[in-house]
């Protein structure tokens, strides 16, 4: 009942604030940015010059999965990025304006409080990113090649738990601290580590979250889904359930002023 | 209604509140009163659970210890915050959910509430757009929306106009007849005016709780100012050694001498000025008020 008030709350602050809008665009654009760009890429050089005179350019091959894993790529960057900035102030900033005094003498449960806005953020953010990559789907099969709609979706789901990980760590580090750029500081360096250590490591860490879009690639190539795909998206889901409960568990210690 | 035993709170070891212990009857209507910085908004904090003492107890009675005390309280803060981007209907129907209503129920209190407190004309405006005094307005019709055993309002008129401040406190007489009131000030006369009860607060300590009669009635204290035709100072030692008088100081114009006995001491005092002609062009008879009280224990 509470949980469904707060998380209708933060949707109609969605639709009044135009994060509705404004997440969606931003994830097409990333998602269609590349594989269009790359597509047009010989049209583009030959209006725009600049190329001496009897230069041969030539494009390498690009397929369907190519591309879409294109879309990815963007993703695991400027996505998180967006993501990051877009999660930071959940808590955070409501702590900080001093609104959190007015729900917390409320009977609000602290886990309740936090994890129907996580939720929500995770709505809105899953939403628009796949939104974003169906429409790079749809451009893809006009410009590259087919690609199955099953495998699309499945590609999603699992990407889908790498911004779950992504949403639950902002949001931890948003229950720890009150300024955003604090929230923002600590989760990009957290996931810069993971990558960090994902990359020394990689042959012994085929579960680890950041192996996620690797394994992605693979099931597109060979369009049956590899066990390593399964187990690394069964520890990203862990992980982010057990870290959202620690934030909520910090956060009851906490004091609130 | 609610008892506080020994409570303690530290901020880096640092004690905001030092032991306090008070009990609040139901149906009173209570002013916390203290200077800035005296650690009211600290107890109140504490009171709504928003802050755990450090060490003590607060109980509230016929509760369980444990039990979600947020059921039965309304808090106000001392700086209100809301959504700005919601209305202050929407705001009301918002927190009356979390505190357990059902929709419908929340809509017609919200409507109830915000005629209550006299902001229904603004209740599909923005709250981004309510002035201060209908923020404050906003805050204490949030705090009343799940009837509350008690309501606790932080500096709930300090920072309102004349005109806003006669509203709210007039607002506060009504609601008196309904809840329990807890409330802090630093303005005597605003705890005067509308509490039935006093704490009196300082440097973390309640220093002074009572009725306000109770305490009127302990701290009166006789005392007669004086003024003569040249410079006080030099009537002021020999004032001093008058038979009854407890302490003599100087205040601006006038020397003020606290005393235990009116009559015996007004009858020498009047005797020494005729006899030694004194040049006398003032002398009234006064009564130590509540704002002295307060002012001795603020400065001690």
Same mark, same amino acid.
């Given at each position: 009942?509470?949980?469904?008030?707060?998380?209708?709350?933060?949707?109609?602050?969605?639709?009044?604030?135009?994060?509705?809008?404004?997440?969606?665009?931003?994830?097409?654009?990333?998602?269609?940015?590349?594989?269009?760009?790359?597509?047009?890429?010989?049209?583009?050089?030959?209006?725009?010059?600049?190329?001496?005179?009897?230069?041969?350019?030539?494009?390498?091959?690009?397929?369907?999965?190519?591309?879409?894993?294109?879309?990815?790529?963007?993703?695991?960057?400027?996505?998180?990025?967006?993501?990051?900035?877009?999660?930071?102030?959940?808590?955070?900033?409501?702590?900080?304006?001093?609104?959190?005094?007015?729900?917390?003498?409320?009977?609000?449960?602290?886990?309740?409080?936090?994890?129907?806005?996580?939720?929500?953020?995770?709505?809105?953010?899953?939403?628009?990113?796949?939104?974003?990559?169906?429409?790079?789907?749809?451009?893809?099969?006009?410009?590259?090649?087919?690609?199955?709609?099953?495998?699309?979706?499945?590609?999603?789901?699992?990407?889908?738990?790498?911004?779950?990980?992504?949403?639950?760590?902002?949001?931890?580090?948003?229950?720890?601290?009150?300024?955003?750029?604090?929230?923002?500081?600590?989760?990009?360096?957290?996931?810069?580590?993971?990558?960090?250590?994902?990359?020394?490591?990689?042959?012994?860490?085929?579960?680890?979250?950041?192996?996620?879009?690797?394994?992605?690639?693979?099931?597109?190539?060979?369009?049956?889904?590899?066990?390593?795909?399964?187990?690394?998206?069964?520890?990203?889901?862990?992980?982010?359930?057990?870290?959202?409960?620690?934030?909520?568990?910090?956060?009851?210690?906490?004091?609130?002023? | 209604?609610?008892?506080?035993?020994?409570?303690?709170?530290?901020?880096?070891?640092?004690?905001? #509140?030092?032991?306090?212990?008070?009990?609040?009857?139901? =149906?009173?209507?209570?002013?916390?009163?203290?200077?800035?910085?005296?650690?009211?908004?600290?107890?109140?904090?504490?009171?709504?659970?928003?802050?755990?003492?450090?060490?003590?107890?607060?109980?509230?009675? =016929?509760?369980?210890?444990?039990?979600?005390?947020?059921?039965?309280?309304?808090? @106000?803060?001392?700086?209100?915050?809301?959504?700005?981007?919601?209305?202050?209907?929407?705001?009301?129907?918002? #927190?009356?959910? @979390?505190?357990?209503?059902?929709?419908?129920?929340?809509?017609?209190?919200?409507?109830?509430?915000?005629?209550?407190?006299? /902001? @229904?004309?603004?209740?599909?405006?923005?709250?981004?757009?309510?002035?201060?005094?209908?923020?404050?307005?906003?805050?204490?019709?949030?705090?009343?929306?799940?009837?509350?055993?008690?309501?606790?309002?932080?500096?709930?008129?300090?920072?309102?106009?004349?005109? =806003?401040?006669?509203?709210?406190?007039?607002?506060?007489?009504?609601?008196?007849?309904?809840?329990?009131?807890?409330?802090?000030?630093? /303005?005597?006369?605003?705890?005067?005016?509308?509490?039935?009860?006093?704490?009196?607060?300082?440097?973390?300590? /309640? #220093?002074?709780?009572?009725?306000?009669?109770?305490?009127?009635?302990?701290?009166?204290?006789?005392? /007669?100012?004086?003024?003569?035709?040249?410079?006080?100072?030099?009537?002021?030692?020999?004032?001093?050694?008058?038979?009854?008088?407890?302490?003599?100081?100087?205040?601006?114009?006038?020397?003020?001498?606290?005393?235990?006995?009116?009559?015996?001491?007004?009858?020498?005092?009047?005797?020494?000025?005729?006899?030694?002609?004194?040049? @006398?062009?003032?002398?009234?008879?006064?009564?130590?008020?509540?704002?002295?009280?307060?002012?001795?224990?603020?400065?001690?």
């Amino acid at each position: 009942m509470q949980w469904r008030t707060i998380f209708r709350k933060e949707m109609l602050e969605y639709c009044r604030n135009f994060s509705w809008v404004w997440v969606p665009i931003v994830f097409i654009i990333l998602a269609i940015m590349d594989p269009l760009t790359t597509y047009y890429m010989p049209i583009i050089l030959e209006k725009a010059g600049g190329m001496p005179e009897g230069a041969v350019f030539e494009m390498p091959d690009i397929t369907a999965v190519d591309a879409f894993m294109m879309s990815l790529g963007e993703y695991s960057m400027f996505g998180v990025l967006v993501i990051v900035l877009f999660t930071m102030g959940t808590i955070a900033g409501e702590r900080k304006s001093g609104v959190v005094e007015l729900i917390l003498v409320k009977p609000v449960h602290y886990g309740t409080y936090i994890s129907s806005k996580w939720a929500a953020k995770l709505t809105v953010i899953l939403v628009s990113a796949s939104i974003g990559l169906l429409t790079s789907w749809y451009y893809i099969n006009l410009l590259f090649g087919e690609l199955s709609f099953t495998l699309i979706i499945q590609a999603i789901f699992f990407y889908s738990l790498w911004f779950v990980l992504v949403v639950t760590i902002t949001i931890f580090f948003s229950c720890l601290f009150k300024s955003p750029g604090a929230v923002f500081g600590t989760s990009i360096v957290t996931l810069l580590s993971m990558f960090a250590i994902y990359r020394v490591f990689s042959h012994k860490l085929s579960w680890f979250p950041n192996s996620l879009s690797g394994h992605i690639g693979e099931m597109l190539q060979t369009e049956t889904i590899p066990n390593t795909l399964w187990g690394a998206g069964l520890t990203t889901i862990v992980s982010s359930l057990i870290i959202l409960l620690i934030a909520v568990l910090i956060f009851r210690k906490k004091e609130l002023a | 209604m609610f008892t506080v035993q020994h409570v303690t709170k530290k901020f880096n070891d640092n004690p905001v #509140v030092n032991d306090i212990s008070f009990r609040l009857e139901s =149906g009173r209507c209570v002013a916390l009163l203290g200077a800035n910085g005296a650690g009211k908004t600290t107890t109140l904090r504490m009171l709504s659970g928003l802050l755990k003492p450090t060490s003590g107890s607060i109980a509230f009675e =016929g509760m369980k210890l444990g039990a979600d005390m947020r059921n039965h309280i309304g808090y @106000l803060p001392q700086h209100p915050v809301f959504h700005g981007w919601m209305t202050g209907k929407e705001f009301l129907i918002y #927190v009356g959910q @979390l505190a357990h209503l059902t929709k419908v129920k929340a809509t017609e209190l919200a409507d109830y509430y915000l005629e209550r407190v006299g /902001i @229904l004309d603004a209740k599909d405006q923005r709250i981004s757009k309510y002035s201060g005094g209908m923020k404050q307005r906003l805050g204490i019709a949030q705090a009343l929306i799940h009837s509350p055993n008690m309501i606790m309002l932080d500096e709930p008129v300090s920072s309102l106009d004349p005109i =806003g401040r006669r509203e709210v406190l007039t607002l506060m007489e009504e609601l008196k007849e309904q809840t329990t009131i807890l409330f802090s000030t630093h /303005i005597l006369s605003d705890a005067e005016e509308v509490s039935d009860d006093l704490l009196l607060m300082h440097k973390g300590e /309640i #220093v002074e709780s009572g009725t306000l009669n109770e305490l009127r009635h302990k701290h009166q204290t006789s005392k /007669i100012n004086l003024s003569f035709h040249e410079s006080n100072e030099n009537y002021l030692p020999m004032v001093e050694q008058l038979p009854g008088i407890k302490t003599c100081y100087l205040d601006r114009e006038d020397i003020v001498c606290v005393i235990e006995d009116m009559e015996q001491t007004r009858q020498a005092l009047l005797e020494k000025i005729a006899t030694d002609q004194w040049p @006398l062009t003032r002398f009234e008879v006064s009564r130590a008020s509540l704002e002295d009280l307060f002012m001795k224990v603020v400065n001690k």
